[in-house]
DNA sequence: GTCTATACAGTGATAGAC
DNA sequence: GTCTATCACTGTATAGAC
């Protein structure tokens, strides 16, 4: 506290860096980013964030891999609790897909991991190792669970997982193109599919006869 | 022929900037792309481009709204075509919106389209009223007459659509951030589900009873 | 661990000759 | 309509003081 300038809070400056970069990645792109307005929006020094992060590049793996890691736990929980019956199990599972995707800031990072792909390829291997397999494995785990009870419909597993998870990326990409619209939540209506979407996929896994339980 | 130093072909040069920016800007993105790059590929003086460019976003609207303004003739076709069966008819526009968001340029920009969102926010309108509000209704057109046939049952129009062209815009995403990956077809196996897809689309549009007609 | 100062390659864009 | 030459500026990254 007596040696240093500018001390904030206590130890982790560095997490503040990733933080605020994480926002300004998601806003204005990767290539659209500069480490001077980073430096502004940390109050500190550009040269400054050379001391936490060698390069920009590495910054922005940092902010995929460790910004938000954790971010599997309630899926993790869901998909432990084997006694739930499987459709309040997925129920769950995909409204908290939708929170991940939608709401936080890991599932937005879709289309920015497009774009550095290419340049940054080991971004996209991890992102894809250590955040979309989890997340699709915790998701399969559930839907076997269901069919190995006799609850749901045997459906192609990657063709399933497409129906879930395909609506709610597309939902936030679409977020993220339509993020000026004054009209957004017209155009995106997050909440509208966020409750509908999951009903059409346990009518897809109901078995035949079961499937007149509803109307939309 | 006589005055020009190198007049490659008649007339249009115009257009193959505009193709080979969009290759460029699919790759590295909007700011990952610069002018110089982009002359390189042209085989052309950066100052050229400014010529038939005022700047590099009016360029890259152009890579929009011009570039591929023509690919919706075909869901046009299948749109207008009242007296074909409504499965067949939603069976080739679900086909044709795999064409169009997964095999073309079009369909791959919506990443770009994110990229650039807020710092060009008329890009991202043009690309919703010339394209995707376009592509939504030809859609909507189709299910609706099926409907209004008695083939299909009604579902909730927007759930249905983010169902239908979620897995779609999602697989192209997918393909876009994991390029570089060398077992891309597995990781995105953009075939099989282009097949399975339909198949589920149609069972949930099927009244009761009629949907044990396959099993996936 | 943060600062000031700076290197220097690359950026979008312009001027003017041909 | 394309060229050469150049602009003013921003980009990432580094050196060295404190």
Request: proline share 4%.
């Given at each position: 506290?007596s040696?240093?300038?500018?001390?904030?809070?206590?130890?982790?400056?560095?997490?503040?860096?990733?933080?605020?970069?994480?926002?300004?990645?998601?806003?204005?792109?990767?290539s659209?980013?500069?480490?001077?307005?980073?430096?502004?929006?940390?109050?500190?020094?550009?040269?400054?964030?050379?001391y936490?992060?060698k390069?920009?590049?590495e910054?922005?793996?940092?902010?995929i891999?460790?910004?938000h890691?954790?971010?599997?736990?309630?899926?993790?929980?869901?998909s432990?609790?084997?006694?739930?019956?499987?459709?309040?199990?997925?129920?769950?599972a995909i409204?908290?897909?939708?929170?991940?995707?939608?709401?936080?800031?890991v599932?937005?990072?879709s289309?920015l991991?497009?774009?550095?792909?290419?340049?940054?390829?080991?971004?996209?291997?991890?992102?894809?190792?250590?955040?979309?397999?989890?997340?699709?494995?915790?998701?399969?785990?559930?839907?076997?669970?269901?069919?190995?009870?006799?609850?749901?419909?045997?459906?192609?597993?990657?063709?399933?997982?497409?129906?879930?998870?395909?609506?709610?990326?597309?939902?936030?990409l679409?977020?993220?193109?339509?993020?000026t619209?004054d009209?957004?939540?017209?155009e995106?209506?997050?909440?509208?599919?966020?409750?509908?979407?999951?009903?059409?996929?346990?009518?897809?896994?109901?078995?035949?006869?079961?499937?007149?339980?509803?109307?939309?």
């Amino acid at each position: 506290m007596s040696t240093t300038h500018k001390k904030r809070k206590a130890g982790s400056r560095r997490a503040e860096i990733i933080d605020k970069a994480t926002d300004l990645f998601l806003e204005n792109g990767f290539s659209g980013t500069s480490m001077a307005e980073l430096a502004k929006a940390c109050q500190m020094q550009k040269a400054s964030l050379y001391y936490h992060f060698k390069t920009k590049e590495e910054l922005f793996a940092a902010c995929i891999t460790e910004g938000h890691a954790c971010s599997l736990d309630t899926l993790e929980t869901i998909s432990r609790d084997e006694d739930a019956p499987p459709a309040e199990r997925l129920r769950a599972a995909i409204a908290n897909l939708y929170q991940i995707n939608v709401d936080s800031k890991v599932g937005r990072m879709s289309p920015l991991i497009a774009e550095v792909s290419r340049a940054i390829p080991s971004v996209a291997k991890r992102f894809h190792q250590d955040f979309m397999v989890k997340e699709q494995s915790l998701l399969e785990k559930i839907i076997d669970d269901g069919v190995a009870e006799g609850a749901f419909r045997r459906i192609d597993p990657p063709t399933l997982r497409y129906m879930i998870v395909g609506p709610i990326i597309t939902l936030s990409l679409a977020r993220e193109m339509f993020a000026t619209f004054d009209n957004l939540d017209q155009e995106c209506p997050a909440d509208h599919i966020r409750q509908h979407h999951i009903e059409q996929i346990l009518r897809l896994l109901a078995k035949d006869g079961l499937s007149a339980d509803r109307e939309a």
